[in-house]
C-alpha cells in the first residue's frame, strides 16, 4: 500500500525560511509525479509545486516562484518543499501527492494517493 508522510510543518515569521519533506513508500515511485499542494482557511485547495521524479523536471506556481524549491532525495525516497521568504498568505496546511503520470499536471483530480498534511503558519 503506498503511502505519503509529510513533516517539517511549523510557526515561522514573515520572511523565514522552512523545509518540508514528504516520504514516500509501499511502492516504487521512479515514474511518478510528486506535487506538493496546499490549502488555506476558507481557500480552495491550490498547486504548489511539482516534480516528475525521472528526469527531474519542476513546475512552480507563480506565487512560490524564486521563494520554493522542490528537491527529491533518490536515496531516501523524500520529495522535499523548501520553502523561504515567507510571506503570511503562505499560511496554510501543505499537502504531498502522488500519480502515475507522464507529465506534471495541475489537475488536481489526477493524483490518486495522498499524504495527510502539515500545517504551516507564518506570522510574527
Known amino acids: 500500500q503506498a503511502q505519503l508522510v509529510e513533516s517539517g510543518g511549523g510557526l515561522v515569521q514573515p520572511g523565514g525560511s522552512l523545509r518540508l519533506s514528504c516520504a514516500a513508500s509501499?511502492?516504487?515511485?521512479?515514474?511518478?509525479?510528486m506535487p506538493w499542494l496546499r490549502q488555506a482557511p476558507g481557500k480552495e485547495r491550490e498547486f504548489v509545486a511539482g516534480?516528475?521524479?525521472?528526469?527531474?523536471?519542476?513546475y512552480y506556481a507563480d506565487s512560490v516562484k524564486d521563494r520554493f524549491t522542490i528537491p527529491r532525495d533518490n536515496a531516501k525516497n523524500t520529495v522535499d518543499l523548501q520553502m523561504s521568504s515567507l510571506k503570511s498568505e503562505d499560511t496554510a496546511v501543505y499537502y504531498c501527492?502522488?500519480?502515475?503520470?507522464?507529465?506534471?499536471?495541475?489537475?488536481?483530480?489526477?493524483?490518486?494517493?495522498w499524504g495527510q498534511g502539515t500545517q504551516v503558519t507564518v506570522s510574527s
Open positions: 516534480i516528475r521524479w525521472s528526469g527531474g523536471s519542476t
Open positions: 509501499g511502492r516504487t515511485f521512479s515514474s511518478y509525479i
Open positions: 501527492a502522488a500519480a502515475l503520470f507522464p507529465a506534471i499536471t495541475t489537475n488536481q483530480a489526477r493524483y490518486n494517493y
